[in-house]
């Protein structure tokens, strides 16, 4: 898995950022309705484990789309330091969605009347536990590769800032 390239990160990066987007709009309009006390809309409805789930799904989703944003700046530089802030938001993403998911499953297993639009809440959420997973599996079979560049190391000498390329022309000691 040494190979994972930006060919396999962005395409995945990009369905998740979709995803999450819809995630936080179906999301948020169920739990409008949902506060409103508007349950017999038909497309919210549910259960007892339904306010527990929109909580944990608009907060998977706000969090998994700000992880994204790490992501992009990731793809863009592709170099270690950028990849450890992308793999741990995204392990943190992952993690509330995969609590989000607990809530899907027991909502369906619950049963009762669900309108469409928290079955495609449901759904979406139950999708991205896999698609995130697939993610950050991607983004940590990158930390034991050795493609990135040393970092911050290669370019940055440590000490003296202000008067960089002045002196002796000795290069910097490193510590």
Not at 1 to 18: C, T
Not at 47 to 72: E, Q
Not at 143 to 150: I, K, S, T
């Amino acid at each position: 898995m040494a190979g994972v390239s930006r060919s396999m990160v962005a395409p995945l990066l990009v369905l998740n950022l979709v995803m999450y987007v819809v995630v936080i709009g179906l999301a948020s309009w169920n739990l409008n309705h949902f506060i409103n006390g508007t349950t017999n809309y038909a497309g919210v409805a549910g259960n007892g484990a339904t306010f527990y789930f929109l909580l944990f799904a608009i907060l998977a989703g706000v969090v998994g789309a700000a992880s994204k944003l790490a992501g992009v700046h990731h793809v863009r530089t592709w170099r270690g330091d950028s990849l450890a802030t992308s793999a741990s938001s995204a392990l943190v993403a992952w993690a509330i969605t995969a609590l989000a998911f607990g809530l899907a499953c027991k909502e369906i297993h619950v049963g009762g009347h669900r309108g469409w639009r928290l079955r495609v809440l449901e759904a979406f959420i139950i999708i991205l536990a896999f698609t995130q997973l697939l993610y950050v599996m991607a983004l940590h079979a990158g930390l034991f590769g050795n493609q990135f560049g040393d970092g911050y190391g290669a370019e940055h000498q440590y000490g003296d800032h202000h008067h960089k390329g002045m002196g002796t022309g000795a290069p910097a000691a490193r510590v």
